[in-house]
């Protein structure tokens, strides 16, 4: 009889165990429905480079004047120019600034050379409304002992 009992128990246990689970399970929403739209624009384009860097320098400490040809038509165009001199060797002065759109020649002056070593100028097209540039073309400028103007373009 006790063990009857014993299993009458544990069923009823078990019964009331399996209601109160049921009962205290309850639908829920885990998911959620947003129903804002995000929108964006992108753009790609290529900013055409300058063409055909020349440069020319000859001398005790002349100017060092260098020329390019417009970037081809096409792509997203360009507003400018910018510029950079980079030092490679020596104590030559780093620079930079911009050129106005158009513009084919800029000149190194030749009191900017004097200083030792050599330096890789680098011109881009750069287009202001979307803040691009293009690749750079360069040309390495700099003076020899000193005091000749030195410039070739690779």
Do not use: H, Q
């Not at 063990?3 to 309850?26: D, H, K, N, W």
């Not at 950079?84 to 020596?90: K, T, W």
């Amino acid at each position: 009889m006790r063990r009857l009992r014993s299993r009458v128990a544990l069923v009823v246990a078990g019964l009331v165990f399996g209601v109160l689970a049921l009962l205290s399970t309850a639908p829920t929403s885990a998911s959620w429905n947003d129903r804002e739209y995000a929108k964006a624009t992108f753009r790609a384009a290529t900013v055409n480079p300058p063409r055909t860097l020349v440069c020319a320098a000859s001398g005790l400490l002349t100017n060092v004047r260098l020329t390019w040809t417009v970037p081809a038509t096409g792509g997203a165009g360009y507003t400018a120019y910018t510029y950079a001199i980079v030092p490679l060797s020596g104590s030559y002065p780093p620079g930079s600034g911009t050129i106005a759109a158009g513009t084919t020649t800029f000149t190194l002056p030749g009191t900017f050379l004097s200083a030792l070593g050599t330096g890789r100028f680098e011109l881009r097209a750069f287009n202001a409304t979307y803040g691009w540039s293009s690749v750079a073309v360069t040309a390495t400028v700099g003076t020899t002992i000193g005091v000749v103007s030195t410039c070739s373009v690779p």
